[in-house]
């Protein structure tokens, strides 16, 4: 089970900080993805971040904005997000599957999926 947090109303240029809180599986050897989608538009892939070595993949459009961490002790991966934009604004989910390269870099699909938190950001 997955529970995304955080989420929220900020101007352009503010940050945020998601969370997302694991339970029910052991964490170790997972690859955690954020996943966003913008009302009308496709689902689209953010970032991920290996719970094994934290190795870590950032879509081009937020790379040098966002930071994905990952807190094992916790089980818990953050999304830092700064310098935010408008095109930003959608709901983002965090999502589970065992890692692969393929799920590192969000190119494969993901099993276990937690509900959506929205951010809204604000021109």
């Known amino acids: 089970q997955l529970q995304a947090s955080g989420g929220g109303l900020v101007q352009a240029g503010g940050s945020l900080r998601l969370s997302c809180a694991a339970s029910g599986f052991t964490f170790d050897d997972y690859a955690i993805g954020w996943f966003r989608q913008a009302p009308g538009k496709e689902r689209e892939g953010v970032s991920c971040?290996?719970?094994?070595?934290?190795?870590?993949y950032y879509a081009h459009s937020v790379k040098g904005r966002f930071t994905i961490s990952s807190d094992n002790a916790k089980n818990t991966v953050y999304l830092q997000m700064n310098s935010l934009k408008p095109e930003d604004t959608a709901v983002y989910y965090c999502?589970?599957?065992?890692?692969?390269?393929?799920?590192?870099?969000?190119?494969?699909?993901?099993?276990?999926w937690g509900q959506g938190t929205q951010v809204t950001v604000s021109s």
């Open positions: 999502a589970a599957e065992r890692l692969t390269i393929a799920t590192l870099t969000l190119t494969s699909d993901f099993g276990s």
């Open positions: 971040i290996s719970t094994s070595d934290g190795s870590t």
